[in-house]
């Protein structure tokens, strides 16, 4: 359930990675990664709450589209071509 304070609609972690239909593990990388920025905002439990905005910007992430070379590098240093969906 989201929390209001101050006027501002606030999200708690399960909410998000529920909303989003990820793992709380990939959630929790992602932050740790810096996906939203330094910023964080958090209730008087210490507890991790989000924003709207922050929601659609994972919600960005999750639909973007990367552009990845097709051949990758074993620890060797050798080309391994990478294997194609059937």
Known sequence: ?????????Y???AEVYGR???ARNTL????????????EFRDSRGWRLFTQDEIDKLSAAI????????????NSGNTLKSIKAK
């Open 1 to 9: 359930m989201p929390v209001i304070i101050d006027g501002q609609t």
């Open 11 to 13: 999200y708690r972690t």
């Open 20 to 22: 989003l239909g990820i």
């Open 28 to 39: 929790y990388r992602w932050l740790q990664k810096g996906i939203l920025g330094e910023i």
């Open 63 to 74: 639909n973007r589209v990367t552009k990845t070379n097709r051949y990758t590098r074993n």
